[in-house]
């Protein structure tokens, strides 16, 4: 297809960058250019990254971070590329990823861009509740043929439309500097523009899960926070619809759980609670559903069914969730200024 870029932005990843660079060198199809840009490192990341035969793009700590990092790397080094590979900097992609993105641009000009379907591979019990959600995401994704998030995990986008977005009025590139969640921003803008994006049937990325709950209530209020954020700004339309309506089951969840905990708060209270046989009809349904989506989860193996049959893990997850949507919500209609970013960044420290 022409000249393939790759831009691996990274923020104190010295640990895991490694992995991610040797992936590359890797490919079946290898980039015509891989840029490093350590930006606001306090670690060895920038001197990890000089050790790989790629190009090095070093910054300070910017104002717009990821999206600012993204931009400068992208003005300086693949303005002219056909397509540019966005990487997160603890993500290793499989040998076959590059070419299979360039092959599948090529093949649709209709394309705008191509999201991995990525996975986690760590052990413990919340990577694999984290690894059995975004694998019910990406599954839906492929159904339906279309995605509105480019991961920017790992994701590869047409040149020509990063180019249409760098030069509209409002932003300074392709990422805005506007957005907590410049991921889906950007693939909003990319679809304005006339293109669709789809999550690739073969690419597979592999990263970093949250490692506790702390950092992935960080890491969720930002993408919650930032996606309210969004689809306020861009309102109802037809790129819009199912993420609205996303929206409105999450609200719904949140009412449904907080009506029950009223409704057994005033059975207790009022001494009616009793055993009855068929309220376990429900979580039955639940832990079916869980089954039944544990047959999309990648390397399953017989922990991850087992999860899916315990029920309460994946319970509290739904009540943790429902929390964080509750909380941006209030956060948003609040108007509460908060620097999401550097949230999480304390979060994952801890």
Known sequence: MGRLV????????ERDLPATLQALQAQERPADLVVVIPN?????????????????????????????ALNMAWERY?????????????????????ADWEQELAADPKLGGSSSKFTMQQPGL???????????????SLDRGYTTVLAGTGCAIRGEALRTLAALPDRE?????????????LTYRIREAGWYCHVSPTVRAYTDSMRTLRALWGQRMKWQVGTVQDLLRFGLNRLTWRDWLQQAACIFNVLAKALLVV??????????????????????LFITLDVVRSRAIPHRDRKDVLLALAFFPMEAFQWMRAAWVAAAWLRVLSRRQTDLWQAQYRAEAQ
Not at 173 to 185: K, N, R
Not at 266 to 275: I, P, R, V
């Open 6 to 13: 790759v831009l691996v932005p990274a923020h104190n990843e």
């Open 78 to 98: 693949a303005q002219d590329a056909d397509v540019v590979v966005c990487l997160d900097a603890d993500t290793v992609l499989p040998p076959n990823a590059l």
């Open 173 to 185: 590139g392709p990422w805005c500097y506007t957005s907590a969640t410049e991921d889906f921003e």
């Open 263 to 284: 409704f057994w708060t005033w059975l207790l209270a009022s001494g009616l609670a009793t055993f009855i046989w068929y309220w376990w009809l429900l979580p039955l």
């Open 40 to 68: 606001g490192c306090t670690d060895a990341t920038e001197q990890v990254a000089r050790r790989y035969p790629f190009t090095v793009l070093a910054l300070p700590a910017l104002p717009h971070r990821k999206s600012q």
């Open 126 to 140: 919340l990577p694999r509740i984290q690894k059995a959600e975004f694998a019910t995401w990406t599954q839906t």
